[in-house]
């Protein structure tokens, strides 16, 4: 057996017994079913067949509105943190899906409020391309500062900066232009 079938084994058998496996078998989770943890996560991303499918389940319960918020959102921080990259578009249409839970905590920092920003700041700078183009069509002025929020607190301010100058002489819409400029003026305040 060689050294990648020996690995897939031995983490496919670790799964099995930490009951990760069966979790998932399901083509969704229900409420009761209690998520992933830190290292399940880490085995299933070695796994590129597991985190697809982890990832496909995580996405499906967290666009799912008839979900608890609780649930949700704990989805949307797991899939950052699995860096499932098909779930980028639907964690910027949810941007704003808040924490009721959030407004007791102090001090009160928004990515507690608003949970997907922080699952879209752990993509890193394989985020900032949806991110910017996302900033590029909105027009509602509180879901950019959350998308700009995104940016300051994964720190990929200066792949944002560069990748909107770009666009900005590529765009041929005036309010995409204004929008990327907008941006890029923001992200250079300190």
Partial sequence: MNKIAQKFTIVFTSLVLSGFVG???EDKMDSRNELPTAGQIEEAAKVPAKKEDLGKT???VFADK???AKKRIECALTLGKLKYLPAIPKLIELIELQDPEAVNLEPPLIED???CIRA???????GVPSIVEAYAK????TRQRLLRTVIR???TRDAAITLAKK???EKTDDRAKARLKALVDNLMKP
């Fill in 58 to 60: 995580l996405l499906s």
């Fill in 167 to 169: 666009l900005l002489s």
């Fill in 23 to 25: 979790m998932f078998a």
């Fill in 66 to 68: 008839n979900q608890p």
């Fill in 153 to 155: 607190v994964g720190k």
């Fill in 113 to 115: 409020r608003y949970p």
């Fill in 138 to 141: 909105e027009d509602n002025g």
């Fill in 120 to 126: 879209l700041a752990n993509y890193g700078e394989e």
